[in-house]
């Protein structure tokens, strides 16, 4: 039997003890390079352990693209991104350690509450949204060893790569296609990375493109929040890069009844198809949301615990956010949250 064969078949379950302190549970998550498992530490800490799909192991792009990862998660450190623990390899396959984050990922949370008939509330989408604002300002400034800035552009930022803790905190992860300057790798020109129908026009169109792409981003993140329908994603990819190059996007005010207009004005800065009318960094982005968000509940604790008492409480499968074209109503934007005991409704601001 060749070496290739045996690791296609040979779960990495099999083995008792992966890098000979960690103890592996189950398969979190498999993306396209990557497969991540929930592991336990020698010492009881629940790690993830992120590591390349077996039949890729030999792929010397993808071995690249996975250092640079590995790279970018040890210099950046910041109370809203999955931290790293660490990484090394193992039978000369890369692999990564990242603290486990307990709870749902942001997708997760709001196809919830939408197949739950019901909206997340304001104050909890503001704040999400303002945590990974403030992370991604965090990593946008961030430098290597000796302090050269290292350019980084996330350019994947979607609800699958927001995860919360069981105490509803944000923490922003996957930097598998982020650019750096120090990256060994190169993207070719003309290639795309991250998620299409997340995009902005820019980077959609394979432009040179900079910090506030991702700020373009986590703005189609908090608009599908709050509407609870998709922003650009269409039936095909031809048609979601239509949607993004030509379409005049709808405005939230015309899918959403009762938002704050500070925060109209907010969503419709950083989703300005000329990156010169965005916010200039994600950090003024991030501040601008904490100011309203002030007037809200936050939906932080036993709030957030409450929040998902009450998802759970209520009939419904999980359900994908629809596209834009199949809803014709206007979503009624949620100011309450439930209260502690969920048996009535706290109305806030
Ligand atoms: N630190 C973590 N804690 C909990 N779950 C995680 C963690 N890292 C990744 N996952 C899960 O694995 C999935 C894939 O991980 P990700 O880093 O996004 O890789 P990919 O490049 O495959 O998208 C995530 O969407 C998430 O569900
Ligand atoms: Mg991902």
Redesign the pocket.
């Known amino acids: 039997m060749n070496a290739l064969f045996q690791r296609l078949i040979a779960p990495i379950t099999k083995r008792k003890w992966f890098a000979g302190r960690y103890r592996l549970k189950r398969r979190?998550?498999?993306?396209?390079?990557?497969e991540?498992w929930l592991a336990e530490r020698d010492d009881g800490r629940a790690v993830?352990i992120?590591r390349i799909l077996s039949h890729l192991d030999d792929d010397a792009s993808i071995r690249l693209c996975f250092r640079d990862e590995a790279r970018l998660g040890s210099l950046l450190n910041h109370p809203h991104l999955?931290r790293q623990l660490e990484h090394g390899y193992i039978d000369q396959t890369p692999f990564i350690v990242?603290?486990?984050?307990d709870g749902l990922?942001l997708r997760q949370l709001a196809e919830k509450a939408y197949g739950a008939g019901t909206t997340l509330p304001l104050g909890l989408c503001l704040r999400l949204v303002a945590e990974v604002a403030e992370a991604l300002y965090h990593a946008h400034q961030a430098t290597d060893a000796e302090g050269k800035p290292l350019n980084l552009v996330h350019r994947d930022i979607s609800p699958?790569?927001i995860?919360l803790n069981e105490h509803g905190q944000a923490h922003l992860?996957?930097f598998?296609v982020a650019r750096a300057d120090c990256n060994q790798r190169i993207t070719a020109n003309g290639s795309l990375c991250g998620k299409l129908a997340y995009m902005g026009p820019q980077q959609a169109s394979a432009e040179r493109i900079d910090h506030r792409a991702d700020q373009f981003s986590l703005a189609v993140v908090l608009f599908e929040l709050l509407a609870c329908r998709r922003l650009l994603a269409d039936t095909t990819p031809a048609r979601t890069l239509g949607r993004i190059l030509y379409t005049d996007l709808p405005s939230i005010t015309e899918v959403t009844v009762g938002l704050p207009q500070a925060v109209v004005k907010i969503i419709d800065k950083a989703l300005s198809r000329d990156p010169e009318d965005r916010y200039e960094n994600c950090g003024q982005f991030a501040a601008d949301l904490r100011l309203v968000g002030r007037h809200f509940d936050a939906c932080e604790d036993e709030s957030y615990e409450a929040l998902l008492a009450h998802l759970q409480s209520l009939d419904g499968q999980p359900e994908p956010l629809p596209l834009a074209a199949r809803v014709k109503r206007r979503v009624r934007v949620r100011r309450w949250v439930p209260v502690a005991d969920h048996t009535e409704l706290g109305f806030v601001a």
């Not at 990242?98 to 984050?101: A, E, I, K, N, T």
Request: proline content about 0%; cysteine-free; charged content about 20%.
């Open positions: 979190l998550g498999t993306g396209g390079m990557a991540v993830a992120k999955v990242l603290d486990y984050v990922s699958d790569n995860l992860g996957d598998g």
